[in-house]
């Protein structure tokens, strides 16, 4: 089994930043692809970005320049960075992790993490 884990998101004010972390633990033998999505009130839930095993990167067009995602491979996390926030980006973020167990892949999500921006 994989366990997936954000860490705790928080209030931050809008122009604000903050930066949340995604942990991969248990029978890992190789990560794929790692990927924050996000769930605003009412809303469903939508990608944000990737972080592939090559290190490409992709965003949503909404956080594109305001987000940066990143990774440490030997700690099996990832990282979003998030800058200039704005109410828009109050939600539930996110991790959702792609494992490569050998013989077949699997997606492992984390509970979620509350991030408010608002003054």
């Known amino acids: 089994q994989v366990q997936v884990e954000e860490s705790e998101g928080g209030l931050v004010q809008p122009g604000g930043s903050l930066r949340l972390s995604c942990v991969a633990s248990?029978?890992?033998?190789?990560?794929?692809?790692m990927h924050w999505y996000r769930q605003g009130p009412g809303k469903q839930r939508d990608w944000v970005a990737s972080?592939?095993?090559?290190?490409?990167?992709r965003y949503a067009d909404s956080v594109k320049g305001r987000f940066t995602m990143s990774r440490d491979s030997a700690k099996n996390t990832a990282f979003l960075q998030m800058s200039s926030l704005q109410p828009d980006d109050t939600a539930v973020y996110y991790c959702?992790?792609?494992?490569?167990?050998?013989?077949?892949?699997?997606?492992?999500w984390g509970q979620g993490t509350e991030v408010t921006v608002s003054s």
């Open positions: 959702k992790v792609q494992v490569d167990h050998e013989v077949q892949y699997e997606d492992y």
């Open positions: 248990g029978n890992i033998w190789r990560i794929l692809s």
């Open positions: 972080i592939y095993s090559n290190g490409r990167l």
